[in-house]
């Protein structure tokens, strides 16, 4: 298995632009999740999703954010606009229900926004 | 409030040096602790799971030990490729949400 998939590995965008992340978890995994991190907060969970709907989404900063899971294997996090603050690495993680503190994570976006 | 604390921040160590890191918790009823290490540039990855007072697991030079209040890495002759950034993670039993601390940065040096 090639594990969790994420896309763009850097992403760099100037203060007001749209920012769309991109997740493939691992398949027959029926949890997603989106985590933060940066060196101040470390690692954040954002929202994550069940059998592709969302079930927390408490962790989503502000109405700039928001995510999608159309089908069990894609989901993304869209940033809209993005501002400075919102720099930092991105991650996505899929676990299998029974087993949802096992996370597997992707190698995560790096995003800078000048 | 919930809350997990690592210390060190960071760690160096000779190559064959053992030593411990610490993970702290305040949870208001745990479900599990949870150990992940996190090299450069990639995701946390998932080393073990502990889930009562007394409990312990053991991966290669690594074992991990828990109490009711704290839990323990022991890392045992380390080499440096066990340098990476070890988290500590609570899962909280009332809402299933897992709890993660900052992180312990180990340096193995040859």
């Known amino acids: 298995d090639a594990g969790v998939i994420q896309s763009p590995r850097h992403e760099v965008t100037e203060m007001g632009q749209e920012v769309t992340l991109r997740c493939k978890p691992i398949?027959?995994?029926?949890?997603l999740f989106w985590y933060r991190q940066t060196m101040m907060r470390g690692l954040e969970l954002l929202i994550y999703f069940n059998n592709n709907v969302p079930i927390d989404d408490s962790g989503m900063p502000e109405d700039r954010f928001s995510a999608k899971m159309p089908n069990a294997s894609f989901s993304t996090l869209k940033i809209q606009p993005s501002e400075p603050r919102d720099s930092a690495v991105y991650f996505c993680?899929?676990?299998?229900?029974?087993?949802?503190?096992?996370?597997?994570f992707g190698s995560g976006t790096q995003l800078s926004v000048l | 409030e919930d809350q997990v604390t690592q210390s060190p921040e960071a760690l160096r160590l000779q190559e064959g040096e053992s030593s411990s890191l610490n993970c702290s918790y305040t949870?208001?009823?745990?479900?599990?602790l949870f150990w992940y290490r996190q090299d450069p540039g990639k995701g946390p990855e998932f080393l073990f799971t502990l889930y009562s007072a007394g409990e312990e697991k053991e991966k290669e030079r690594l074992k991990a030990t828990l109490t009711k209040k704290e839990s323990f890495l022991h890392i045992t002759a380390p080499k440096p490729e066990d340098s990476a950034t070890y988290l500590c993670?609570?899962?909280?039993?009332?809402?299933?949400?897992?709890?993660w601390g900052a992180g312990t940065k180990l340096i193995i040096k040859p």
């Open positions: 949870v208001s009823g745990l479900r599990g």
């Open positions: 993670a609570v899962l909280r039993r009332r809402d299933y949400q897992l709890i």
């Open positions: 398949s027959g995994h029926d949890y």
């Open positions: 993680a899929s676990s299998l229900t029974g087993a949802v503190e096992k996370l597997f």
